[in-house]
């Protein structure tokens, strides 16, 4: 995140959105409020049913759960995305389906069984800005859909989030919810941009190998320090916008540096990883360990982070995933040495597995 204080960053940064998907985009105070607000001005009740992915982020099971009545629906253990087939046999008011960490659904079938269904169809692409699929960018196939742009998305600016709709009518509707969130002071954006740099600092090569590697042997202290717990949602400030216009003129090259990356992990080791469809943009490289912990030791003697997934199981393939995927950490800290170190590790832990 540069440091930006011109004035009009968010009108900048939602035409810039609007431009990149030809679709109108809005800034919310994060993707959580953008679905919150979607599913309220799509007259969604609570007494609806809300299809969505059994392997989900636990904030939007939270949301869904506040807003109507959720109905998992099965993922497939290969793509972690939900199964076409199981959408079929449901009925509902609206479905959501998961782009999980960037893997593109199957979105000519999925919209296809929404229209039959009569489903709002919203994607959340939490994870998946600049993924495509069938030549089209995921997060233009639905009615609307989520951004989210908080720590570890592709593009972070310190939290806040978008939604993206297709009918203007609803996108005013939202416009006039968002006016009743306060908008930011620039000490508390101050405040958050500093907590977001600090964790970039923290992950420096030798800042990591000597002050933090070591402690997360004794567990998962980032996530405790790093967790919004509480935090009153806010609209986005300037700075936050500004932010957003630069990285997304960037994100193509990010996101092609990251496809680099992926495909030699995942040269000859293809069963350990998803069936990536489409074009992911890699948001995480998944890998399925089997059993989280002793995978993320195993890399830690490597002197290598491994996040283990923190999207949650509700289904019985979803827990499988949920006790099994780990993140594997592609981002632009991590040079051609890291992937070959990382491969060898890989090698040595699945070799061991078989
Ligand atoms: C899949 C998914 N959807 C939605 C969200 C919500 O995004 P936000 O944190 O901006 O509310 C997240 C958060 O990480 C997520 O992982």
Known sequence: ??????????????EALSEYFDRKALLTPSGRVGLKLILKAYGIRKRDKVLLSSFNASSVVKVVEEVATPVFIEVDERTMNVVPKDI??????????????????????????AEEKGFLLVEDCAHALGSSIHGKKTGTFGD???????????????GGGA?????????????????????????????????????HVMSKRTVFSTFVGPFLRFGDILSLLFEDR????????????NAGVLQLERLEG??????????????????????YIGKPNFHNLCFFSGDKEPFRKH?????IDVQKTWLKGYSDTARKLSESVCYLPIH?????????????AIQDYTGNLG
């Open 254 to 275: 990010k996101i092609e540096a990251r496809r680099r990356k992926a495909r030699k992990i995942m040269k000859g080791l293809e069963e350990f990883f998803p069936k």
């Open 88 to 113: 079929e046999r449901e009925e509902g008011k609206a479905l959501i389906v998961l782009h999980t960490e960037g893997n593109p659904c199957y979105m000519k079938k999925i919209k296809k069984i």
């Open 163 to 199: 939604v993206l709709v297709e009918d203007e009518s609803v996108g005013k509707k939202i416009r006039k919810e968002l006016r009743r969130y306060p908008k930011p002071s620039l000490f508390n954006t101050f405040f958050k941009y500093l907590k977001n740099n600090a964790f």
């Open 332 to 344: 632009e800290g991590v040079n051609e040495e890291d992937v070959k170190k990382m491969k060898e």
């Open 299 to 303: 890399m830690l003697s490597y002197g």
């Open 230 to 241: 509480g935090i009153k949602p806010m609209l986005m400030h300037d700075l936050q916008g």
């Open 144 to 158: 609307a859909a989520i951004l989210s742009f908080g720590m570890g998305k592709m593009i972070n600016t310190a």
């Open 1 to 14: 995140m540069n440091f930006d204080l011109s004035k009009g960053g968010i009108s900048k940064f939602e």
